[in-house]
């Protein structure tokens, strides 16, 4: 029996892992960005909206995924170190105090898609299953 409790916890952990690992991201910006690859720190800075503006001078437009995507969850995860929760109540406080408002937020990895190839300063994240091909990935370091 001890064995039996013991392999089921094991499987169990290795599909909560699998699963995590599935729930990657890639972090896309328009073709004509000369950017190739920013910093975890950099990226949550934006996506808080405390940079705004590329090395060229072009204002950043972050776009975020709906607080409901498991995408987002791992992005706010990975990048703020924080859950969507924490990240929405920022944004709340910001809003209620006049500081700011949240980024714009889409549906789909199709609709950040969409929106990061029309506006040359825009950033989002997409699932790593995502076709980028009409946008650039942004290396995260």
């Not at 987002?72 to 990048?79: G, T, Y």
């Amino acid at each position: 029996m001890k064995y039996l409790l013991s392999t089921l916890s094991i499987f169990l952990l290795t599909i909560t892992l699998n699963t995590a690992t599935a729930q990657e991201f890639k972090a896309v910006v328009n073709k004509a960005n000369a950017a190739e690859s920013i910093s975890k720190e950099d990226l949550s800075k934006i996506f808080l909206k405390e940079q705004t503006k590329w090395a060229d001078g072009t204002a950043i437009t972050p776009i975020d995924l709906k607080a409901q995507s498991a995408t987002r969850v791992a992005f706010s995860l990975e990048v703020h170190g924080r859950s969507v929760g924490a990240i929405r109540s920022h944004w709340q406080q910001a809003a209620f105090s006049g500081a700011g408002t949240a980024p714009l937020e889409r549906s789909s990895d199709t609709d950040v898609i969409e929106f990061v190839k029309a506006n040359p300063g825009a950033v989002g994240y997409v699932s790593a299953a995502a076709d980028i091909s009409e946008v650039k990935e942004l290396a995260i370091q």
